[in-house]
């Protein structure tokens, strides 16, 4: 099983990214999938999951209404579109994979290594 996340770059403040995180090993749907993100001295932090059972989302306080997490099941791939980006937003975001949808960072087993996101001017 393997997780692979891409689509981190630099953007201005305002601008928009998308993250993918493709998996292997198994389809897309079987698990839970999560994005957690961290910034350079600050702990991991939960931005947002999608329920494998029903496709439900879920979403931080800090990033509702901005992000939206989406399952590609022909592309085995969950997305992550990332609008209206903030300097906050700067940190190296994790794409997971679970048996259940959590906020909880160990409640993941699978991890991908990570893409940097910078948003600055």
């Known amino acids: 099983v393997q997780l692979q996340a891409s689509g981190g770059g630099l953007v201005q403040p305002g601008g928009s990214l998308t993250l993918s995180c493709a998996a292997s090993?198994?389809?897309?749907?079987?698990?839970?999938r999560g994005w957690f993100r961290q910034a350079p001295g600050k702990e991991r932090e939960w931005v947002s999951c999608i329920n494998n059972r029903d496709g439900s989302t879920y979403y931080a306080d800090s990033v509702k209404g901005r992000f939206t997490i989406s399952r590609d099941s022909a592309k085995n791939t969950v997305n992550l579109q990332m609008h209206s980006l903030e300097p906050e937003d700067t940190a190296v975001y994790y794409c997971?994979?679970?048996?259940?949808?959590?906020?909880?960072?160990?409640?993941?087993?699978?991890w991908g290594q990570g893409t940097q996101v910078t948003v600055s001017s």
């Open positions: 090993g198994f389809t897309s749907d079987y698990f839970a």
């Open positions: 997971a994979a679970g048996s259940t949808r959590s906020t909880i960072a160990s409640r993941y087993r699978y």
